[in-house]
């Protein structure tokens, strides 16, 4: 701290040393800020300067505008930073000064916030906003909304379930929402994010029309929430997938090979043939090997292992407009304690009726030449149980490690490794 002539005369003769005005100013203090040489040679300060030296040879303004490009470049050479914002206080000075003052450090260049447009600090962050945001960037949430980074450079705010008694500490507020929306896009296209996007449940339902003039649109709703997005590229394409392009079906082709006969279902609606295979849609997080054995275990009670893939068909324009993968898989039945496999027992309230029928009988039947009768995609698969060797000829299951950090192995379905190969 600078408390005398002596002192000032000193610090000025050192070099890349200058003189600046702060806050406690208003005791008569200097401050002595190191700057950097290309700074100092940048902004062209000479060490015989003499117009720094006191507040009698320079204008009071010329040392904040002074003092706010030292510091944002001085902040650049400390951090690297490509884009970051900042605020200082400085000293009010009557009504012509303000208390603060906004800029954004933007490709090396100072460029002036509108408020909307500034990101603006806070000094704690709500804990619903990303550890992993920006290095240098917090956020006022009294003008923006809060949210959270998302996948693919994007940003997601989550509407909770239930409004503040208080409308001054809801942060999600009817009568703010949209203006602190409108405040929250413009930081997001600040920040070069793709998209937004807005989770927000049915109870809080009337923000959606607040979003929606904002040019939000509905991607998908699930439960008791909905999700909207809006693409921020006006000059890109929407890359924003749609959402739940498939659907996931297993069908299983069990057979007893002791009595060489095939497990088939009639189901009590929508028979297109007379018998077919057990199997059903996998549910969300589970995999095949155990959505096919849950399938024939509900609808007909037969207990199976799992042994391969046969085959996949892909099918579009099915429920909801979606497109279908149907896995053919090749289950083993499982032998109870007497020896045997057990009789099926069709499933209450789906299936009419569960019977091991003749392999021969259900051959004929797919290779009908009736279209009534005949079934093409099965006709291939009994071709691919025909040839022999579950582990010679269908497509394998092997579970192998992420590359993903945190992320659990994943089965891959694979053509049959002969020993031998590397």
């Known amino acids: 701290m600078i408390t005398s002539d002596d002192e000032l005369r000193a610090c000025d003769e050192r070099p890349g040393c200058i003189v600046r005005y702060r806050k406690d100013i208003v005791q008569s203090r200097l401050v002595a ?5 290309w700074a100092e040679s940048m902004l062209g300060i000479a060490k015989n300067q003499s117009c720094i030296k006191s507040t009698q040879r320079f204008p009071f303004f010329m040392f904040t505008a002074f003092m706010i490009l030292s510091w944002g470049l001085r902040t650049i050479l400390c951090y690297g930073q490509r884009t970051a914002a900042f605020r200082h206080p400085i000293a009010r000075f009557g ?11 933007h490709h090396r260049q100072l460029v002036p916030f509108t408020t909307k447009q500034s990101l603006l600090f806070s000094s704690i962050a709500p804990n619903h906003v990303s550890e992993k945001k920006e290095v240098g960037h917090e956020y006022d949430f009294e003008r923006i909304l809060p949210f959270e980074k998302h996948p693919h450079n994007s940003i997601k705010i989550t509407v909770p379930q239930n ?8 942060l999600f507020d009817n009568n703010t929402f949209r203006s602190k929306l409108e405040a929250t896009l413009a930081t997001a296209q600040q920040l070069h994010k793709t998209a937004i996007w807005i989770t927000v449940p049915i109870t809080r339902a009337s923000l959606m029309e607040h979003a929606h003039k904002c040019g939000f649109t509905f991607h998908h709703a699930e439960g008791n929430m909905a999700t909207l997005s ?3 590229l006006e000059n890109e394409e929407n890359r924003i997938p749609a959402f739940a392009t498939h659907q996931v079906g297993v069908g299983a082709v069990v057979i007893n090979p002791e009595t060489n006969e095939i497990l088939c ?12 295979i057990p199997g059903g849609l996998t549910e969300l997080g589970e995999d095949l090997d155990i959505a096919v054995i849950r399938e024939v275990y509900e609808e007909t009670g037969i207990q199976c292992r ?37 009789q099926p027992v069709p499933q209450e309230g789906e299936i009419e009726a569960a019977a091991w029928i003749p392999l021969d009988e259900y051959r004929t039947m797919v290779n009908s030449a009736d279209d009534k009768v005949g079934h093409p995609m099965m006709r ?14 269908d497509i394998q299951r092997t579970v192998v490690s992420s590359v ?11 053509a049959a490794i002969h020993s031998g190969s590397n």
């Open 33 to 37: 800020t190191p700057v950097a040489p």
């Open 380 to 393: 291939h698969i009994m071709k691919i149980v025909d040839q022999g060797d579950w582990d010679k000829f």
């Open 404 to 414: 993903v950090p945190g992320r659990k192995g994943s089965p891959v379905y694979h």
């Open 306 to 342: 799992f042994l391969s893939v046969l085959g996949v068909r892909h099918t579009h324009g099915l429920q909801f407009g979606r497109s279908d993968l149907y896995f053919v898989c090749r289950l083993k039945p499982i032998i109870d304690e007497n020896g045997e496999v057990a």
């Open 95 to 105: 009504s012509g000064y303000p208390h603060r003052f906004r800029i954004k450090v």
């Open 230 to 232: 809006k693409w921020l």
């Open 163 to 170: 409004e503040q008694a208080d409308p001054n500490k809801d």
């Open 265 to 276: 279902v009639r189901e009590k609606r929508n028979n297109y043939r007379p018998w077919k």
